[in-house]
């Protein structure tokens, strides 16, 4: 699906003073449908955020506006195309527009919820989960296994159990 382009699919939830931004793909057709973050039942990405403590209790998908409170925003590489990443046009990824954000509202961290997605904002290939050696503008950069359900065969909730850690400092 496609949409003009003063029309994202998921509205970025971005400020200044942000601990963490959660990048992904595109939006699911779950995501899209329901227009909140990671809404697909079988997607394990707020099962994991309160699970290694980044939030108090397990979040709904609709309260994705409300995470600034605790330091978490969100945006996507894709914002204007929706669905799998193998059905999304070459195009689809803005990495100019990604990089602007973020080096604009510089979080301390940027997460990326897929291999795929670091690769395609990085312009390089994705050898592990965990820290990476760039940084865009002051922010750093970590990859972690996306917590989509088609993904599941790679999932482990230690990267993301590192990334709580350096959030909070420990």
């Given amino acids: 699906m496609t949409r003009p382009a003063d029309d994202p699919i998921l509205p970025d939830v971005l400020q ?3 601990a963490l931004v959660f990048c992904g793909t595109a939006a699911g057709r779950r995501s899209a449908a329901e227009g909140a973050y990671y809404a697909h039942p079988g997607n ?23 995470l600034p409170a605790l330091g978490i925003g969100f945006t996507d590489l894709a914002k204007f195309h929706s669905g799998n990443d193998s059905e999304l046009p070459r195009d689809a990824f803005d990495v100019p527009a990604l990089r602007a954000k973020i080096e ?11 291999k795929h997605g670091a690769k395609a904002a990085l312009g390089r290939a994705i050898t592990g989960y965990g820290e990476q050696p760039e940084r ?3 922010t750093q950069v970590f990859v972690l296994p996306s917590p989509s359900g088609q993904a599941r065969g790679h999932w482990s909730i230690g990267p993301w159990q590192e990334l709580a850690g350096r959030v909070r400092g420990d």
Wanted: with cysteine; hydrophobic share 45%.
């Fill in 104 to 114: 604009r509202f510089a979080p301390r961290w940027l997460a990326f919820t897929s």
């Fill in 136 to 138: 865009i503008g002051t």
């Fill in 44 to 66: 394990l990405f707020w099962r994991a955020l309160a699970e290694v403590g980044l939030t108090p209790r397990r979040c709904a998908p609709e309260e994705f506006p409300t």
């Fill in 16 to 18: 200044p003073g942000l």
